[in-house]
């Protein structure tokens, strides 16, 4: 299995501050195909997780511009810019380039 | 708008069975794979496994393939999970999931979960 592998976050973070959330595979999620099989998820307190970022760095229909995802083969980040109260909750990541499936362990997010 | 309903879940002794459904609407349910995801009480997410849009075949966690067995009924628009000789550990909240429309590849949509809880 690939193993998701998330770092935490110093928090609280000041509100208006950006925040790196790092996530690092066993394996290249990177296809033959030049796509990166590393999505990012945000689980706000009280509710299911919504789909962030597709494909290492492709903003999912309707996310903030803040939210931006980058990385290599098997080294991924998260970043957020300026935080705000709304992006508190739980970060995962995920890979999807094969069976089964993984997520990260999670990385909580806290305001100041 | 696509909407996801999970039910089935509850307090459940070990050992037992249990049956989880997902009534799916919004969208054409036979044309799409489907997932289940789990989430522990400790905030662990676990990918369960999926199937394809006919039914014809389906990918599982290889630590829960042994007793779980997803299914699906298109004419109803239903998704299944059969849970068998559950464990404590299986204590979790289950989650139906669906990708997104081509290029998304995601889970872009989950529906509210339903809560699994297995004790004597």
């Known amino acids: 299995d690939i193993v998701m592998t998330q770092g935490a976050l110093p928090n609280p973070v000041p509100s208006g501050e950006s925040a790196s959330i790092t996530c690092q595979s066993s394996?290249?999620?990177?296809?033959?195909?030049?796509?990166?099989?590393l999505n990012w998820y945000l689980q706000r307190p009280g509710q299911s997780p919504q789909l962030l970022i597709y494909?290492?760095?492709t903003r999912a229909s309707g996310v903030s511009d803040r939210f931006s995802g980058s990385g290599s083969g098997t080294d991924f980040t998260l970043k957020i810019s300026s935080v705000e109260a709304e992006d508190v909750g739980v970060y995962y990541c995920?890979?999807?380039?094969?069976?089964?499936?993984?997520f990260g362990s999670g990385t909580k997010l806290e305001i100041k | 708008e696509v909407q996801l309903v999970e039910s089935g879940g509850g307090l459940v002794q070990p050992g037992a069975s249990l049956k989880l459904s997902c009534v799916a609407s919004?969208?054409?349910?036979?044309?799409?794979?489907m997932s289940w995801v789990r989430q522990t009480p400790g905030k662990t997410m676990e990918w369960i496994g999926d199937?394809?849009?006919?039914?014809?075949?389906?990918n599982y966690a290889p630590s829960l393939k042994n007793r779980f067995t997803i299914s699906r009924d298109n004419a109803k628009s239903t998704l299944y999970l059969q849970m068998s000789n559950v464990r404590s550990e299986d204590t979790a909240t289950y989650y139906c999931?669906?990708?997104?429309?081509?290029?998304?590849?995601?889970?872009?949509?989950w529906g509210q979960g339903t809560l699994v809880t297995v004790s004597s």
């Open positions: 999931t669906r990708q997104g429309d081509y290029p998304v590849k995601g889970f872009a949509y």
């Open positions: 919004g969208f054409t349910f036979s044309d799409y794979w």
């Open positions: 199937i394809k849009y006919d039914g014809s075949y389906t």
């Open positions: 394996k290249s999620l990177l296809h033959s195909n030049g796509k990166t099989y």
């Open positions: 494909w290492m760095s």
């Open positions: 995920q890979q999807f380039l094969e069976y089964p499936l993984t």
